[in-house]
């Protein structure tokens, strides 16, 4: 147990804190299960959010209703229930991610494409790993590590329990994890040569554009662009997907994008998202579509929640 984690017990003994307690038991011992045995109670995790978060049903059947406009009520429903159950098998896969050992996950991995990040790392100049906030994000990182050295850039999380255990246990296998404050040390890992993980799919409000993204308008970093620029470090989008009937995991990593950064901030804008919109289209189970992507909006325009 670390200092800061052991220095916090008494704070955390507080009954406010107990679910969080029992939570991280209960990821815990899901590491003694076989991974098709973690599906089932993932499963009805995923059944009861759906139930009991209402709200959350219905930012999800909202955004695929504009992602996938040909879609009909079945199938929107369909894929709303298919991505809790994904959000419910998440919770106990953080428990794998945080507590296998490097030769398990290795065992259970198989990798698409990791001559796309080799070839990035090759030219000196680190490698910005694109990604989106799919329910395997947390497998994502630990699965990555297992192929480089990786630096990556979180957002803080609001419970200051969970914040402390979820760093912890990241910085485990993950060289640097970089606030997504610290713009100056994201662009230090990179000219050090480093891969970072990078997830911008979400709703921003500064430093962005507007661009179009899964049928709808979306804030966008402007960063991403501006930080390729000044490190010559290429943008090498990936996705972890989860098989089925636990038969592993997949890390599929796609060629870095081409001609970027382009000079114009917009226009790389509008080349992430693409990139981003090409892997939810190939993996649109495991997506969090409960997130409010397209909470703001140009002014004049409502929110579409």
């Not at 017990?9 to 076989?34: A, C, D």
């Not at 599929?252 to 289209?281: H, T, W």
Request: glycine content about 8%; charged content about 20%.
């Amino acid at each position: 147990m670390s200092d800061e984690i052991r220095l916090h017990v008494q704070r955390w003994l507080h009954p406010k804190y107990w679910g969080l307690w029992l939570f991280f038991g209960l990821q815990r011992l899901s590491t003694l299960l076989p991974l098709s045995w973690i599906e089932v109670p993932g499963a009805f995790l995923g059944w009861l959010m759906y139930r009991l978060a209402p709200s959350r049903r219905r930012v999800a059947h909202i955004n695929i209703q504009q992602a996938y406009p040909e879609y009909n009520e079945t199938q929107i429903k369909k894929l709303v229930e298919a991505s809790f159950r994904s959000l419910g098998i998440s919770v106990f896969e953080m428990g794998l991610a945080w507590w296998a050992s490097g030769r398990y996950l290795r065992e259970h991995c198989s990798v698409e494409g990791l001559e796309h990040l080799e070839q990035a790392l090759a030219k000196g100049k680190g490698a910005i790993m694109l990604t989106g906030h799919f329910s395997t994000l947390e497998m994502g990182g630990a699965l990555l590590s297992l192929y480089t050295p990786l630096h990556s850039v979180y957002k803080k999380a609001h419970n200051p329990m969970f914040d402390t255990f979820m760093l912890y246990y990241r910085s485990k296998r993950l060289k640097k994890l970089i606030a997504n404050t610290n713009v100056r040390e994201f662009i230090k890992g990179l000219r050090d040569g480093y891969a970072t993980w990078y997830a911008p799919d979400q709703d921003f409000t500064q430093h962005v554009v507007f661009a179009p993204f899964l049928g709808g308008m979306a804030t966008t970093l402007i960063s991403t662009g501006k930080v390729a620029q000044m490190t010559g470090a290429s943008v090498v989008p990936f996705f972890p997907q989860r098989l089925e009937k636990g038969q592993g995991y997949k890390l599929v990593i796609l060629p870095a994008l081409e001609n970027f950064p382009s000079g114009d901030l917009y226009q790389d804008a509008v080349k992430v998202n693409q990139a981003l919109e090409e892997m939810v289209r190939r993996n649109p189970e495991q997506y969090a579509w409960v997130h409010k992507r397209f909470k703001t909006q140009p002014e004049g325009k409502p929110s579409i929640y």
